[in-house]
């Protein structure tokens, strides 16, 4: 579990080191992922506000459709 809650901190110097989360395209924010060991954590930039925003952290075991029930 650690390594999961460290594993955000690499974006704080490169937030667009992730991946675009293709399952959201759809969706007005473009949100971004980054792996650790079974999990995807989803974020989106606030350039504005110069924020990371972690939306959500998803068990990759699970079916990915279920990542649709973001809002």
Same mark, same amino acid.
Do not use: C, W
């Given at each position: 579990? %650690?390594? @999961? $809650?460290?594993?955000?901190?690499?974006?704080?110097?490169?937030?667009? &080191?992730?991946?675009?989360? $293709? $399952? $959201?395209?759809?969706?007005? @924010?473009? !949100? =971004? =992922?980054? /792996?650790?060991?079974? !999990?995807?954590?989803? !974020?989106? &930039?606030?350039?504005?506000? #110069?924020?990371?925003? @972690? /939306?959500? /952290? #998803?068990? %990759?075991?699970?079916?990915?459709?279920? @990542?649709?029930?973001?809002?």
């Amino acid at each position: 579990m %650690t390594k @999961i $809650l460290a594993a955000p901190d690499k974006l704080i110097h490169g937030p667009r &080191i992730g991946q675009r989360e $293709l $399952l $959201l395209e759809d969706r007005p @924010i473009e !949100y =971004y =992922y980054i /792996v650790e060991s079974n !999990y995807k954590i989803i !974020y989106s &930039i606030d350039d504005g506000d #110069f924020l990371i925003k @972690i /939306v959500d /952290v #998803f068990d %990759t075991r699970q079916n990915p459709d279920k @990542i649709e029930r973001m809002k």
